[in-house]
């Protein structure tokens, strides 16, 4: 892990063939009731967008696959209709949406987002082979509007910059837990054996890395996660709604449906959670959890 990123690394970069960049924005009220990912992927010569909101019940999705445009400034990552600013690195990332969106019945409604992402700690660093992964947490504020319902306010989130190499290949699954302004483990198994990286603010506000954490399966559902090594105790993990599942294919091909198509490796589900930490404070947070299903 290395501390220090440097303002041009939250642009965009050139990419050469084979290499992908990712931008990722996930937000959750704290009892799970709204709950949205806002993503942009872009390959050398191809450009996914990704919108996912779950409201009032309904979880409503846009997808759209094509060609970015070249003439797009580095301080943007946006495709025709999401656009990603980023208007102070590592601090600031305006987010807004204006489009159509389909629901489960596959029915279409209008979508309004005006969003922006301020950091509330310092992006980190993670190294994964010939991929690079900036972490940070934030908070999500403004007004989402479906239809004729429009919430305004302000969420816990945080963000994934990565660029490079994606080593779909390598990954069997992987499981992510990150409550903003205390924790983010990730595990990864390979055949290898499994690898893992994060960090958690420790009683003192001192964040420490973490180096494979554990997550043990409990009943019903309830993930235990430690780093005894690190000095991080026990945190009880469980979902507060139905995560959202995506499908993963090769690198720049995934997306958000119910069951796997041709081309599919990992089934990934992802959502809001409460995490009880081992002084017994509780927070709202966010899980993934991949599994590889070929």
Not at 194 to 203: A, I, K, N
Request: charge should be negative; glycine fraction near 12%; charged fraction near 25%.
């Amino acid at each position: 892990m290395e501390a220090t990123l440097s303002p041009e690394e939250d642009f965009r970069h050139s990419l050469r063939p084979g290499e992908h960049e990712a931008f990722y924005f996930t937000f959750t009220a704290p009892d799970g009731g709204t709950f949205g990912i806002l993503r942009t992927l872009f390959g050398k010569d191809s450009l996914l967008e990704m919108v996912v909101l779950r409201i009032g019940g309904r979880t409503l999705i846009h997808q759209f696959s094509g060609v970015p445009d070249h003439d797009l400034p580095p301080t943007e990552a946006s495709g025709p209709t999401l656009r990603l600013l980023c208007e102070k690195p590592w601090e600031h990332w305006r987010c807004s949406f204006r489009g159509s969106v389909r629901d489960a019945q596959e029915q279409m409604v209008p979508l309004i987002l005006e969003l922006e992402f301020l950091a509330i700690a310092r992006p980190e660093r993670y190294i994964f082979g010939p991929y690079t992964q900036a972490q940070q947490d934030g908070r999500m504020r403004g007004r989402v509007g479906v239809a004729t319902r429009e919430v305004g306010g302000e969420w816990i989130a945080y963000r994934d910059h990565s660029w490079g190499v994606r080593p779909m290949g390598v990954a069997q699954g992987w499981t992510l837990v990150c409550v903003p302004g205390h924790l983010y483990a990730v595990v990864v198994e390979t055949k290898e054996g499994p690898r893992g990286f994060g960090r958690w603010v420790s009683p003192d506000g001192k964040s420490v890395g973490l180096d494979v954490p554990t997550v043990l399966e409990g009943e019903a559902g309830l993930l235990t996660v430690e780093a005894p090594r690190a000095g991080m105790g026990k945190w009880q993990v469980r979902r507060l709604s139905p995560p959202l599942t995506a499908y993963l294919g090769p690198a720049g091909h995934e997306a958000f449906r119910d069951s796997p198509e041709p081309g599919d490796l990992l089934r990934d589900e992802m959502g809001p959670i409460l995490a009880v930490a081992s002084d017994g404070n509780s927070y709202p947070g966010f899980m993934e959890r991949a599994r590889r299903i070929r």
